[in-house]
Structures are given as structure tokens and as C-alpha cells.
């Protein structure tokens, strides 16, 4: 049986990073899976007006992709992404067509703002965005209670951050 996980966390958390360690652990145990970064799935321009965010189109590429990948024997789906509230994470699920588990990466917020300050360096008005969104998302999702686990990502590298999330993760 195929099943997913979304590696979820503020805005600086490593998600992505995360997301292509675990991936990288999967062909190395020789699991036939794939690693879909959710905010790859929503990046057009301009954004259509009544859908500024991209969640209808979100939702749309990755059923494509998935079922695309489940079609190729894939059995482990790994996301990268966000999800704010339960409706979100039903609304994932159903996309993907296969159980869809939730990992947090915990992360302090002053190491979450080191990340994005060398990440934005050289945009101070991407920088500012994203300083005051690590601060709003982690307070959305310390209410949405939506991990099924979650990882201290602070220490170590996305690879050590990645044992922890494959040692959560029980399928």
C-alpha cells in the first residue's frame, strides 16, 4: 500500500531540505518513492485573483503528480510543504489518494530567523516577509495541532534531521 507524508514547519524550518535527506534515505533502503515540494506545485505568475495563494492549483498538480508517480510504482510519496488546518490536510489527502501523514519540524524561532537572514540576504523586502510570516505560521500551527509527529529540527544536518523524521514516520 502507497502513503505519503508532508514534512511540515515554519517558514526557515528546512522542509525541503528535509524532504530530499528522507528521500535520499528511501532509495538508499531501495523504496520506491518520490519527494514533491509543494511550493513548486503553486509557483506561477501572475497568481489568479481569486485564488492568490495557489491552493486550487496546488491541489490540482499534485494529483496529477502523484497519480503520475503512484502509476510508476511509487509507494512512498514524501511532500514538502504547509498545511494550516484539517480541511487543508483532508483536502491533501484526497489528492494524493493515499493516507497521508503529518511530520513538524520544530524549530526556535531566533535559529528559524538566523535561516531566513542568510537565505535573503541580498533581499531585504523578501527578508522582511518572511521574518514576520516564521513568527505568524509557527503560531498557526502550534493551534492546528496537525502533527502526527514532530522532530527537533535545530541540531544537525537535513540528513540527521531526516533519520529522525524516517524513524517517526510508521507505515
Not at 29 to 55: E, F, K, M, S, Y
Not at 90 to 97: C, N, Q, V
Not at 145 to 151: S, Y
Request: hydrophobic share 45%; glycine share 10%.
Amino acid at each position: 500500500m502507497a502513503v505519503a507524508l508532508l514534512i511540515t514547519g515554519t517558514v526557515g524550518a528546512g522542509k525541503t531540505s528535509v524532504a530530499g535527506a528522507v528521500g535520499d534515505l528511501l532509495a538508499e533502503l531501495g523504496q520506491p518513492h518520490a519527494v514533491i515540494d509543494l511550493d513548486w506545485l503553486r509557483r506561477l505568475w501572475p497568481a489568479p485573483t481569486d485564488d492568490p495563494l495557489g491552493g486550487a492549483v496546488t491541489l490540482r498538480n499534485l494529483r496529477a503528480v502523484a497519480g503520475n508517480f503512484l502509476a510508476e510504482g511509487v509507494r512512498r510519496l514524501v511532500l514538502a510543504g504547509v498545511i494550516e488546518d484539517r480541511e487543508e490536510h483532508r483536502r491533501h489527502e484526497e489528492a494524493l489518494g493515499v493516507p497521508l501523514s503529518v511530520c513538524r519540524i520544530r524549530l526556535a524561532l531566533p535559529e528559524a530567523h538566523r535561516r531566513l537572514a542568510e537565505r535573503h540576504r541580498h533581499e531585504p523586502e523578501a527578508l522582511d516577509w518572511h521574518l514576520r510570516r516564521a513568527g505568524e505560521l509557527a503560531a498557526v500551527l502550534d493551534a492546528a495541532r496537525l502533527g502526527d509527529f514532530c522532530v527537533d529540527g535545530t541540531g544537525g544536518t537535513p540528513r540527521q534531521v531526516a533519520e529522525r523524521v524516517l524513524a517517526g514516520w510508521r507505515v
